[in-house]
Nanobody, 122 residues
């Protein structure tokens, strides 16, 4: 079974930047980041389809976050700029073997990482 390993979570100040990384142990075709803010349900942040490089973003991160594939590897990074207090959350990497369907539908993903925590403070 493919496993995911995340890294990069940290504590930063408002306006700062962080880069999250996630590597899958096997071949996948779509990877994404979700997050769970305290007291809220997990929500989609960004996704990328490896076959064509198409990316997706939730409105609340457009223009601030960038998801990209690390070369030809089964690895993605999430570059987060201009971080806000509201971005504080546990960030989860996820992946699926084949793309298709709404990228925010969590049930379509086959594997999940353990999460990496991001804390943004004033």
């Amino acid at each position: 079974q493919v496993q995911l390993v995340e890294s990069g979570g940290d504590s930063v100040e408002v306006g700062g930047s962080l880069k999250l990384s996630c590597t899958a142990s096997g071949n996948v075709e779509q990877m994404a980041w979700f997050r769970r803010r305290p007291g809220l349900q997990r929500e989609g942040v960004a996704a990328i389809i490896f076959t064509d490089g198409v990316t997706f973003y939730s409105d609340f991160v457009k223009g601030r976050f960038t998801i990209s594939r690390d070369g030809a590897k089964n690895s993605v990074t999430l570059l987060m700029n201009d971080l806000k207090i509201g971005d504080s959350a546990m960030y989860y990497c996820t992946a699926r073997l084949r793309p298709g369907g709404p990228w925010t539908r969590q049930s379509l993903y086959h594997m999940w990482g353990q999460g990496t925590e991001v804390t943004v403070s004033a």
